[in-house]
């Protein structure tokens, strides 16, 4: 049974860095680009970040760029989200998702996901 684990959300003062973690289970982490999502209240699930089977490689959302990193930790089947300079319209609930094949940016291509955790950013 494929389990994703999202840890680490919380209440960040605008401005503030929080790091967001995934654990998977069940799943050949390997064979696996891993994703974040993510959703704010009244908007549709956005992509985020992803990175590849091997962690080499990634992808982030234009409006993350440059303030957001994301990482994995092959050895404990965990992969990171570093979100630095957050902001007000950062609030969302964080999603974690597999795919068992190269990253994407659309969610209805991932095959697995965890259930949220939220992150929320205010002065």
């Known amino acids: 049974q494929v389990q994703l684990v999202e840890s680490g959300g919380g209440w960040v003062p605008t401005g503030g860095s929080l790091r967001l973690s995934c654990t998977a289970s069940?799943?050949?982490?390997?064979?696996?680009?891993m994703g974040w999502f993510r959703q704010a209240p009244g908007k549709e699930r956005e992509f985020v970040a992803a990175?590849?089977?091997?962690?080499?490689?990634?992808d982030y959302a234009d409006s993350v760029k440059y303030h957001f990193t994301i990482s994995t930790d092959s050895a404990n089947n965990m992969v990171h989200l570093q979100m630095s300079r957050l902001e007000p319209e950062d609030t969302a609930v964080y999603y974690c998702a597999a795919r068992g094949g190269d990253y994407s940016r659309r969610g209805s291509d991932y095959d697995y996901w965890g259930q949220g955790t939220q992150v929320t950013v205010s002065s």
């Open positions: 069940g799943l050949t982490f390997s064979a696996y680009a």
């Open positions: 990175t590849t089977r091997s962690g080499g490689s990634a």
